[in-house]
């Protein structure tokens, strides 16, 4: 069965410092997204993203984080300059046209210390 | 904007029994989907139910069925016959279609725990 792959699984890192969380969406999928969990808290929405531009972001998506489709088949989210709070859970989730169930990673924990 | 609420942070059942968990949504829009994801231990979403809202017909899916209610906007999900394995966060979601822009908007999910 296809599915969407996040590496790494884990990531930590210092405060301050560049982090770059990658993704491989399902390959006929067209629509990507990226979604953040706080631990214990519900799953919000950072950015959709298609033909390779932007959809909509939302307000937690400032100036910080970027995403890019590099080669055709990554899927990145780089946050520049990471904050404490940025610790979560990372998901990238990819959808087909026509096709509305998203396809979650296994989702990368950023630890930022 | 859409909401979505669950009201029940925790349930607790016996195994084999059946549970239902709440879902409350509020939307202007016309044409949507609603969904059912179970997230276990290792924190992985997994599709468990979808719904379309232009169809009355309530989506079944094993021992999994949603009791959707248009009009008071309510998706509920009953776990018949639950299993130990149905341990796990559930989260409800609402996706407004969208070309090209299908995001999803989480509950506060129900931590579901399944009792020997």
């Known amino acids: 069965e296809p599915e969407v792959t996040q590496t790494p699984s884990h990531q930590v890192t210092q405060m301050g410092q560049e982090v770059i969380l990658r993704c491989v969406p399902i390959?006929?999928?067209?629509?990507f997204y990226w979604y953040r969990q706080i631990l214990g808290q519900k799953v919000e929405f950072l950015v959709s993203?298609?033909?390779?531009?932007?959809?909509?972001k939302s307000e937690i998506f400032d100036d910080q984080f970027s995403v890019e489709r590099p080669d055709g088949s990554n899927f990145t989210l780089k946050i520049r300059s990471t904050k404490l709070e940025d610790s979560a859970m990372y998901f990238c989730a990819s959808t087909s046209w026509l096709n509305t169930e998203a396809f979650f990673g296994q989702g990368t924990r950023l630890t930022v210390v | 904007a859409q909401t979505v609420t669950q009201s029940q942070p925790e349930m607790s059942v016996q195994e084999a029994e059946t549970v239902t968990l709440s879902c409350t949504y509020d939307?202007?829009?016309?044409?949507?989907?609603l969904f059912w994801y179970k997230q276990p231990p290792s924190r992985q979403m997994i599709l468990v139910i979808r719904q379309e809202a232009y169809k009355q017909q309530n989506a079944t899916e094993n021992r999994f069925s949603v009791n959707f209610q248009k009009a008071a906007k309510s998706f509920s999900l009953k776990i018949s016959d639950s299993q130990l394995g149905d341990t796990a966060m559930y989260f409800c979601a609402f996706m407004k279609f969208d070309f090209g822009n299908e995001k999803l908007t989480f509950g506060t999910g129900t931590r579901l725990t399944i009792i020997p």
């Open positions: 993203f298609y033909n390779n531009e932007i959809s909509e």
């Open positions: 390959s006929n999928h067209l629509y």
């Open positions: 939307t202007s829009e016309s044409n949507y989907y």
